[in-house]
């Protein structure tokens, strides 16, 4: 996805303005930790029996081919290994995400997937130990993209949001305005419609997460009209929602509740520098405000977020270095 100027002069002011005043993070490390192939981008990051997961795309090119997802291991995020290459034959699988299930023996991995001819629908696997993963099965229907999924520890069941560009028509060209819909899952594998996202713009890229006080909130990219994000909150059974405009453009969106209740969000976006960057927010139900830019630039964004041992660990991509995009690990002390 290309970066977006998309924010007026006084709006870029009053951000770095904000990023001036909001320093409360900083960056421990940052390692360049995969780019061997021509493209990789779209990550994120989970810890599963004692060890941290990193997914990413891989492919000759960002935007076709036949992308395939590659997972790299570590302990701590100080080394990584080449773990694992996931393919499904003739079909370019795009932004992976990782869930650990309920049962906490099983990773779930989301793929949107683009089929020959350009139709869309989106596909899942799962493993017990990292290495060996059950053949792609197709998820809802073609045209629809489940973008990420998380497990809500209240009921124990598996929530996302997913979109469609041409929800009339069918495609292949995108329409005027695109549907939103939310879906749950007891088991990853028949999903049931729970809630419709009534966003305008062109929603697209949604993270739902689940708060300790029971509520929800989802984040969401927008495509279409001025394109600033915009963030939702609902309460159990988390049917109907509350919208709030953003005043920041988002690019592969996602947040993290940490232990303390504190909000932090990480996305494409514009700070202190010009530019697009890989920027952390310090999150509410009413916005985003910048935190922290990482090392990044150009083509950037979609980060993976887990707090482990009083550290919030983040994964992302780049092309920073070089022109070519690259994945990234960065270890944060949030103040």
């Given amino acids: 996805m290309t970066a977006r100027k998309l924010l007026s002069t006084a709006s870029f002011l009053i951000l770095l303005t904000t990023a001036a005043q909001?320093?409360?993070?900083?960056?421990?490390?940052?390692k360049k930790i995969w780019d061997k192939a021509a493209s990789q981008?779209?990550?994120?990051?989970?810890?599963?029996?004692?060890?941290?997961?990193?997914?990413?795309?891989e492919a000759d090119t960002a935007t076709g081919g036949e992308g395939r997802v590659h997972i790299l291991l570590s302990a701590s995020g100080e080394t990584w290994?080449?773990?694992v290459?996931?393919?499904?034959?003739?079909?370019?699988?795009?932004?992976p995400k990782l869930c650990v299930m309920a049962d906490e023996k099983r990773i779930y991995l989301l793929c949107a997937g683009i089929l020959p001819g350009g139709a869309r629908q989106s596909r899942y696997a799962t493993t017990t130990d990292g290495k060996v993963w059950t053949p792609f099965r197709p998820l809802l229907a073609k045209g629809d993209t489940l973008w990420r999924v998380t497990l809500n520890p209240s009921d124990k069941r598996m929530y996302g949001v997913s979109?469609?560009?041409?929800?009339?028509?069918g495609g292949p060209a995108p329409e005027k305005e695109y549907s939103l819909k939310g879906y749950a899952s007891d088991d990853g594998s028949v999903w049931?419609?729970?809630?419709?996202?009534?966003?305008?713009?062109?929603?697209?890229?949604?993270?739902?997460?689940?708060?300790?006080?029971?509520?929800?909130?989802?984040?969401?990219?927008?495509?279409?009209?001025?394109?600033?994000?915009?963030?939702?909150?609902?309460k159990a059974p988390w049917r109907e929602w509350s919208w709030s405009a953003l005043k920041q453009p988002l690019g592969g969106p996602n947040f993290i509740e940490l232990p303390d209740g504190r909000l932090i969000a990480?996305?494409?976006?514009?700070?202190?520098?010009?530019?697009?960057?890989?920027?952390?927010?310090?999150?509410?139900?009413?916005?985003?405000?910048?935190?922290?830019?990482l090392p990044s630039g150009g083509d950037c964004s979609h980060p993976g977020l887990w707090w482990?041992?009083?550290?919030?660990?983040?994964?992302?991509?780049?092309?920073?270095?070089?022109?070519?995009t690259a994945i990234y690990h960065s270890k944060v002390r949030i103040k």
């Fill in 266 to 293: 990480g996305s494409r976006g514009f700070g202190a520098t010009p530019g697009p960057h890989m920027v952390l927010y310090t999150m509410s139900p009413a916005g985003l405000e910048p935190l922290l830019e």
């Fill in 163 to 169: 979109y469609n560009i041409h929800p009339s028509s």
């Fill in 22 to 30: 909001a320093q409360t993070a900083e960056i421990v490390s940052t």
């Fill in 81 to 83: 290994i080449d773990h």
């Fill in 308 to 324: 482990h041992d009083g550290f919030l660990h983040v994964t992302y991509y780049s092309s920073h270095e070089g022109g070519k």
């Fill in 85 to 95: 290459t996931i393919n499904e034959p003739g079909v370019d699988l795009r932004d």
């Fill in 41 to 57: 981008a779209q990550t994120d990051l989970v810890r599963f029996q004692n060890l941290f997961y990193c997914a990413f795309r």
């Fill in 192 to 234: 049931q419609l729970s809630s419709i996202l009534n966003v305008p713009g062109q929603p697209t890229e949604t993270t739902v997460r689940f708060l300790k006080d029971g509520s929800a909130l989802a984040l969401v990219n927008r495509e279409g009209g001025n394109r600033l994000g915009a963030i939702g909150s609902a």
